[in-house]
């Protein structure tokens, strides 16, 4: 088997803030190795939140043309 190559699509996902609604959730510290867990804050109301394994925003792919 060798190499194969497709296009895709970059999309960026972002996660709004659950108490203001209206903030988006930036990541402001590093992943903790043994729980996954990533600290995010967000940008309008500082309302702090933890993440598991995913960080935000972050850059996903979808097939090219795919809706998200
Ligand atoms: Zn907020």
New binding site residues.
């Given amino acids: 088997m060798g190499e194969i190559r497709r296009v895709v699509q970059p999309i960026e996902v972002n996660y709004i803030?659950d108490?203001?609604e209206?903030?988006m959730m930036h990541k402001v510290g590093e992943m903790d190795e043994s729980t996954g867990d990533i600290p995010h804050k967000?940008v309008?109301?500082g309302?702090q939140q933890t993440f598991q394994w995913v960080s935000y925003p972050r850059i996903d792919y979808t097939d090219e043309g795919a809706s998200l």
Avoid: A, D, W, Y
């Fill in positions: 803030c108490q203001c209206h903030g967000c309008i109301c309302h």
